[in-house]
């Protein structure tokens, strides 16, 4: 198992097991609750965690600046348009490896 280190906020360092990637959804999940996931987020990165937001939606134009625009400055580390494709397939393909689903449609995950 590999390990981490990760700086407290008041100077001490702690290892941990590893870094978790969290998935979270766009639509009726981050949008449901906007402060409550920028939070979670910020919590997130302070614990060392990255999290990326994967969405069945289509790779458009459209799709991407109406996303990008409601999430900037949200500290998402990435944005996956999987379109038609299951969402572990679409992270697959892009090289991520999710930990941790949060989705309000978990049907959309589930790998081939």
Do not use: C
């Not at 978790?20 to 409550?36: G, I, K, V």
């Not at 999987?82 to 309000?104: E, N």
């Amino acid at each position: 198992m590999s390990f981490y280190l990760r700086q407290l906020p008041n100077g001490d360092w702690v290892k941990l097991a590893r870094r978790l990637t969290f998935s979270l959804d766009f639509d009726r999940t981050f949008t449901a609750d906007p402060t409550l996931w920028r939070t979670f987020i910020d919590s997130a990165h302070a614990a060392g965690h990255r999290v990326v937001m994967i969405t069945r939606r289509p790779d458009t134009a459209a799709d991407r600046n109406e996303i990008e625009s409601h999430t900037v400055n949200a500290g998402i580390d990435r944005i996956i348009f999987a379109g038609d494709q299951q969402k572990a397939d679409a992270a697959k393909a892009a090289g991520l490896a999710v930990d941790i689903w949060i989705d309000d449609y978990p049907a959309g995950i589930p790998a081939a």
